[in-house]
C-alpha cells in the first residue's frame, strides 16, 4: 500500500506511514478524544483514497460531536453510498447517521428552529423511511405551523407501521380537531385510549371534543387522578375533569380542578412578573426611539401594503371570533397566529430605532412571507395575540394595514385564560393574582397607543358581537374596506383550519353563553378580582 504523505500531527520522518498504520492511529486519537488529530489522518487517509468509507464515517462521527451537521450528513451518506456499492454492510454507518439526524430535530426544535428540525427528520426519512418516531415529530411540527393536510398524512403513515402506538391516535385526533373533523378526532382519542386506558394527555384532548354526559363518564377520570404519578399526567386529568365538570354545570365542583391544574403547571415554570414588566418598557422606549429618528420625521416610512389584518390583544378574548367572521369572506384567509412579525423584527437590530429604510425592508419581508399562506386572498389575518406589543411598530412598518383589537370583559377574559391549559407561552396566566397584574400592563399599553397614535386601532368588543351580530359584522367588514357578504353571519359552516383553543367555538353559531359568565364563579376569582381593581369595571 503507497505511503501517505508526510503530516506533521500525525508522522514520524522514520517511518512511512501506511494506510492501516494511519487508520490505526486515527482510531487511537478518536477513542482518546484527540478529534481534531483523528479527523486530519482521516484527511489524509481519504486524500490517497477517497472511497475509504471508514474513514468518511469516522469524520462524520466527529463532525456530528462538534455540533457540525453540515459537514456530518454528506460524509455520512458519501459513506452509506461507497458500502452499498461495494455489497458491503453499511448498517454501522446508516445507524450513525440516522441516529445523528433524530439528535439534531429533537434539540433543534426545543431551541426552536422548527424550519432546520423539519430539514433534519426529512433527511432521515429519506434514508429510513419507515423511522416511526420521526414521522411523529415531523407531524407535530408541521401541524403546529397550520399545514394539517401535511401532518395527517404522515401520522397516518407512522399508524400504518404502529397501529398499537396511542400517541399515535392521540396526535391525530389533535390535528383532526383543528381540520375540523371532530367526528374523526374522537374515534382517534377514543382508539388512544382503548390502547392505554390511563393515558391523561388523551382524555385531556378527548374533554376539548366531547361533552361530559354522565356520572360513569366522570367516574373515569375520577378515578384515574389518584393514580397520576406525574405532574404533566395531573395537569392533564384536572383540567380535563374541569371540563367535564363543566359540562354538568357542576360549576362550583369544577373550579377547584382548574385551581390545582393551574398551581401545579405554574409551580414548573419559570415565570417573572418582573420580567414581563421591562418588556414591555423595551418595546414601548423602541418606538419612541424609532419615532425621534429626524430621517422617520422628514420621510413617510414603511411598505404601502394592504394586505395584512391584524387581530390582537388577550387571548381568549373573541378574536378567534372574529377572524372566522372575517374569513368567511371570499376576499380574505385567516391565516391563524402567525410568528412572522416576531421574527421580522429579531432579523433587523435597531440603532437605536429602526430607520427608514429598515421600516420599508421590514414591511416588505412580512407581507411577502404573510402572502406565501394564501397567495390570491385580497387580505390575510395574521391573529397572533400578543402583536399589541408592536402597535406602534406595525404603523410605520405597515402604514395601510388593518389593526383590529380584540375587546372583551377583564373577568371573563381572565377565566377563559385560566381553564385554559396553553401548549405554549401566556405562563402569566396559571395564577389569578399574576393574570390580573398582566392585565394591568396590557391596558397600560393598548391606552399608550390610543395616546400616541389615536384612532389607528379598531375596537371589537366580543360583548357587543355577539350581542347584535349583523350590525356589529357589518361596522367589521366596513372597517377593512370589504363589501358586505353574508356568508359573514354564517361562519360557522366555514371550513378552514384553527389551531387555537377557540378550535370547537367557532364551528358553533354565535351565542351569549359566556357574557358574565365569570359570576359562576365569583367567590373563587376573587384574588383576580383583587387584582384588577379599576379594570373590572372595563
Same mark, same amino acid.
Given at each position: 500500500?503507497? *505511503?501517505?504523505?508526510?503530516d506533521?500531527?500525525?508522522?514520524t520522518?522514520?517511518?512511512p506511514?501506511?494506510m492501516?498504520?494511519?487508520?490505526a492511529?486515527?482510531? %487511537?486519537?478518536?477513542?482518546?478524544?484527540?478529534?481534531?488529530?483523528?479527523?486530519?489522518?482521516?484527511?489524509?487517509?481519504?486524500?490517497?483514497? *477517497?472511497?475509504?468509507?471508514?474513514?468518511?464515517?469516522?469524520?462524520?462521527?466527529?463532525? #456530528?460531536?462538534?455540533?457540525?451537521?453540515?459537514?456530518?450528513?454528506?460524509?455520512?451518506?458519501?459513506?452509506?453510498a461507497?458500502?452499498?456499492?461495494?455489497?458491503?454492510?453499511?448498517?454501522?454507518m446508516?445507524?450513525?447517521?440516522?441516529?445523528?439526524?433524530? $439528535?439534531w430535530?429533537?434539540?433543534?426544535?426545543?431551541?426552536?428552529?422548527?424550519?432546520?428540525?423539519?430539514?433534519?427528520?426529512?433527511?432521515?426519512?429519506?434514508?429510513? @423511511?419507515e423511522?416511526?418516531?420521526?414521522?411523529?415529530?415531523? !407531524?407535530?411540527?408541521?401541524?403546529?405551523?397550520?399545514?394539517?393536510?401535511e401532518?395527517?398524512?404522515?401520522?397516518?403513515?407512522? +399508524?400504518?407501521?404502529?397501529?398499537?402506538?396511542?400517541?399515535?391516535h392521540n396526535?391525530?385526533?389533535?390535528?383532526?380537531?383543528?381540520?375540523?373533523?371532530?367526528?374523526?378526532?374522537?374515534?382517534?382519542l377514543?382508539?388512544?385510549?382503548?390502547?392505554?386506558?390511563d393515558?391523561?394527555q388523551?382524555?385531556?384532548?378527548?374533554a376539548?371534543?366531547?361533552?361530559?354526559?354522565?356520572?360513569?363518564?366522570l367516574?373515569?377520570?375520577?378515578?384515574?387522578?389518584?393514580?397520576?404519578?406525574?405532574?404533566?399526567?395531573?395537569?392533564?386529568?384536572?383540567?380535563?375533569?374541569?371540563?367535564?365538570?363543566?359540562?354538568?354545570?357542576?360549576?362550583?365542583?369544577?373550579?377547584?380542578?382548574?385551581?390545582?391544574?393551574?398551581?401545579?403547571y405554574?409551580a414548573?415554570?419559570?415565570?417573572?412578573?418582573?420580567?414581563?414588566?421591562?418588556?414591555?418598557?423595551?418595546?414601548r422606549?423602541?418606538?419612541e426611539?424609532?419615532?425621534?429618528?429626524?430621517?422617520? #420625521?422628514?420621510?413617510?416610512?414603511?411598505?404601502?401594503?394592504?394586505?395584512?389584518?391584524?387581530?390582537?390583544?388577550?387571548?381568549?378574548?373573541?378574536?378567534?371570533?372574529?377572524?372566522? =367572521?372575517?374569513a368567511?369572506?371570499?376576499?380574505?384567509?385567516?391565516?391563524?397566529?402567525?410568528?412572522?412579525?416576531?421574527?421580522?423584527? $429579531?432579523?433587523?437590530?435597531?440603532? @437605536?430605532?429602526?430607520?427608514?429604510?429598515q421600516?420599508?425592508?421590514?414591511?416588505?419581508?412580512?407581507?411577502?412571507? +404573510?402572502?406565501?399562506?394564501?397567495?390570491?386572498?385580497?387580505?390575510?389575518?395574521?391573529?397572533?395575540?400578543?402583536?399589541?406589543?408592536? =402597535?406602534?411598530?406595525?404603523?410605520?412598518?405597515?402604514?395601510?394595514?388593518?389593526?383590529?383589537?380584540?375587546?372583551?370583559?377583564?373577568?371573563?377574559? !381572565?377565566?377563559?385564560?385560566?381553564?385554559?391549559?396553553?401548549?405554549? !407561552?401566556?405562563?402569566?396566566g396559571? %395564577?389569578?393574582?399574576?393574570?390580573?397584574?398582566?392585565?394591568?400592563?396590557f391596558?397600560?399599553?393598548?391606552a399608550?397607543?390610543?395616546?400616541? =397614535?389615536?384612532?389607528?386601532?379598531?375596537?371589537?368588543?366580543?360583548?357587543d358581537?355577539? !350581542?347584535?351580530?349583523?350590525?356589529?359584522?357589518?361596522?367589521?367588514?366596513?372597517?377593512?374596506?370589504?363589501?358586505? %357578504?353574508?356568508?359573514?353571519?354564517?361562519?360557522?359552516?366555514?371550513?378552514?383550519?384553527?389551531?387555537?383553543?377557540?378550535?370547537? #367555538?367557532?364551528r358553533?353559531?354565535?351565542?351569549?353563553?359566556?357574557v358574565?359568565?365569570?359570576?359562576?364563579?365569583? #367567590?373563587?376569582?376573587?384574588?383576580?378580582?383583587?387584582?384588577?381593581?379599576?379594570?373590572?369595571?372595563?
Amino acid at each position: 500500500m503507497a *505511503p501517505l504523505p508526510p503530516d506533521d500531527t500525525a508522522v514520524t520522518p522514520q517511518e512511512p506511514l501506511t494506510m492501516e498504520h494511519a487508520w490505526a492511529m486515527a482510531v %487511537d486519537h478518536f477513542i482518546q478524544n484527540r478529534l481534531q488529530e483523528a479527523d486530519q489522518l482521516c484527511g489524509a487517509i481519504l486524500a490517497t483514497d *477517497p472511497r475509504q468509507a471508514d474513514a468518511l464515517n469516522m469524520q462524520g462521527v466527529i463532525a #456530528q460531536r462538534l455540533e457540525r451537521p453540515d459537514l456530518a450528513v454528506p460524509r455520512f451518506q458519501s459513506a452509506i453510498a461507497i458500502t452499498d456499492q461495494r455489497g458491503d454492510d453499511s448498517t454501522p454507518m446508516r445507524d450513525n447517521l440516522v441516529i445523528s439526524l433524530f $439528535d439534531w430535530a429533537v434539540r433543534a426544535t426545543e431551541q426552536g428552529h422548527v424550519e432546520l428540525a423539519e430539514q433534519h427528520y426529512l433527511t432521515l426519512l429519506e434514508i429510513e @423511511p419507515e423511522h416511526v418516531e420521526s414521522l411523529v415529530k415531523l !407531524g407535530n411540527i408541521i401541524k403546529d405551523q397550520g399545514r394539517l393536510t401535511e401532518a395527517i398524512a404522515r401520522f397516518r403513515q407512522a +399508524l400504518a407501521l404502529r397501529p398499537d402506538l396511542p400517541v399515535i391516535h392521540n396526535n391525530l385526533g389533535n390535528a383532526l380537531k383543528e381540520l375540523g373533523d371532530i367526528e374523526g378526532a374522537r374515534k382517534s382519542l377514543n382508539q388512544a385510549l382503548i390502547l392505554k386506558p390511563d393515558y391523561a394527555q388523551a382524555h385531556f384532548n378527548r374533554a376539548l371534543v366531547h361533552r361530559c354526559r354522565n356520572q360513569a363518564e366522570l367516574k373515569i377520570l375520577q378515578n384515574l387522578l389518584p393514580q397520576a404519578e406525574t405532574r404533566d399526567e395531573q395537569v392533564h386529568l384536572h383540567f380535563a375533569l374541569g371540563k367535564a365538570l363543566v359540562d354538568l354545570k357542576r360549576h362550583r365542583e369544577a373550579f377547584p380542578h382548574y385551581l390545582e391544574a393551574n398551581r401545579l403547571y405554574r409551580a414548573g415554570i419559570d415565570f417573572d412578573m418582573e420580567r414581563e414588566v421591562q418588556v414591555f418598557q423595551h418595546f414601548r422606549a423602541l418606538y419612541e426611539a424609532t419615532t425621534s429618528m429626524p430621517e422617520n #420625521q422628514e420621510t413617510e416610512t414603511g411598505h404601502a401594503d394592504e394586505t395584512p389584518i391584524f387581530i390582537l390583544g388577550m387571548p381568549r378574548s373573541g378574536s378567534s371570533l372574529i377572524e372566522q =367572521i372575517l374569513a368567511s369572506h371570499p376576499a380574505v384567509h385567516g391565516a391563524g397566529e402567525l410568528n412572522i412579525l416576531g421574527r421580522v423584527l $429579531d432579523a433587523h437590530t435597531p440603532s @437605536p430605532g429602526y430607520t427608514s429604510a429598515q421600516l420599508r425592508e421590514m414591511g416588505q419581508s412580512y407581507t411577502t412571507q +404573510l402572502r406565501l399562506h394564501a397567495p390570491n386572498a385580497r387580505r390575510i389575518i395574521d391573529k397572533m395575540p400578543h402583536n399589541f406589543m408592536f =402597535i406602534g411598530l406595525i404603523r410605520m412598518m405597515l402604514p395601510k394595514a388593518t389593526i383590529i383589537h380584540s375587546a372583551r370583559s377583564p373577568l371573563d377574559t !381572565g377565566l377563559s385564560i385560566f381553564r385554559t391549559f396553553f401548549t405554549t !407561552g401566556h405562563h402569566y396566566g396559571y %395564577d389569578l393574582t399574576e393574570l390580573g397584574r398582566y392585565f394591568h400592563l396590557f391596558h397600560e399599553m393598548m391606552a399608550y397607543w390610543e395616546r400616541v =397614535i389615536p384612532g389607528t386601532v379598531y375596537n371589537a368588543h366580543y360583548e357587543d358581537l355577539t !350581542g347584535n351580530q349583523e350590525e356589529e359584522t357589518r361596522k367589521l367588514l366596513g372597517h377593512c374596506a370589504l363589501e358586505w %357578504d353574508a356568508h359573514c353571519l354564517d361562519f360557522h359552516t366555514t371550513k378552514r383550519v384553527v389551531t387555537t383553543a377557540s378550535a370547537m #367555538q367557532v364551528r358553533r353559531p354565535i351565542h351569549r353563553n359566556s357574557v358574565a359568565g365569570w359570576r359562576r364563579y365569583e #367567590q373563587a376569582l376573587q384574588p383576580l378580582v383583587a387584582a384588577l381593581g379599576d379594570l373590572v369595571k372595563s
